[in-house]
């Protein structure tokens, strides 16, 4: 494999990582590497060729003409990292908040907890019946509720969400499929 065929092939998998990866044999690892295929290893066991990504270009890259770490991983690991997801389309926020206005659920590949994810609250009308609104507007006043961005948690809570700054310059978004 060159890097054009890696470049070619080469799919956006999301695991607790963002990675680029390609199907790559184990001899082909080798021969990309420049490296001899160390004496008892099967040159035929399937894997593939792995490029974690990074927010930045690192300055001496493992693999020339890479700008994040290269490595290769068995089938049986890869699959088990990456659950056997399929590829998935990561963006940017810009994009993630138009999905959100479009009736998608969205989340970063990169925060750490598990079926968490961003949903639009519709605005509405209603009347004033319970606290803590009844505080503050007199019982059956109607006011508007502004639409808003939500935020199921990995406790399972629903939460107001405000985006931070590394969320709004982040390129890691990505759809978050219907099932919870």
């Not at 060159?2 to 695991?15: I, N, S």
């Not at 907890?113 to 009347?127: H, P």
């Amino acid at each position: 494999m060159e890097l054009r065929e890696f470049e070619k092939e080469a799919k956006t998998y999301t695991g607790n990582k963002v990675v680029r990866a390609a199907p790559c044999t184990r001899q082909e690892y080798n021969d990309y590497r420049g490296w001899e295929l160390p004496e008892g290893e099967n040159g035929e066991d399937p894997g593939y060729l792995v490029e974690y990504e990074t927010d930045e270009v690192i300055a001496d890259p493992n693999v020339q003409g890479h700008t994040g770490y290269v490595t290769w991983l068995t089938q049986g690991m890869f699959d088990a990292i990456f659950s056997g997801e399929t590829e998935k389309e990561i963006f940017d926020f810009s994009t993630a908040l138009k999905h959100l206005k479009n009736g998608k659920r969205v989340a970063r590949s990169g925060w750490n907890g598990k079926n968490m994810f961003l949903f639009l609250v519709a605005g509405s009308r209603f009347q004033v019946n319970r606290p803590p609104l009844l505080g503050i507007y007199e019982e059956g006043t109607e006011i508007e509720y502004h639409a808003h961005i939500d935020m199921k948690t990995a406790q399972g809570y629903v939460v107001p969400w405000l985006a931070s700054q590394s969320d709004m310059l982040a390129d890691d978004w990505n759809i978050v499929e219907d099932k919870i």
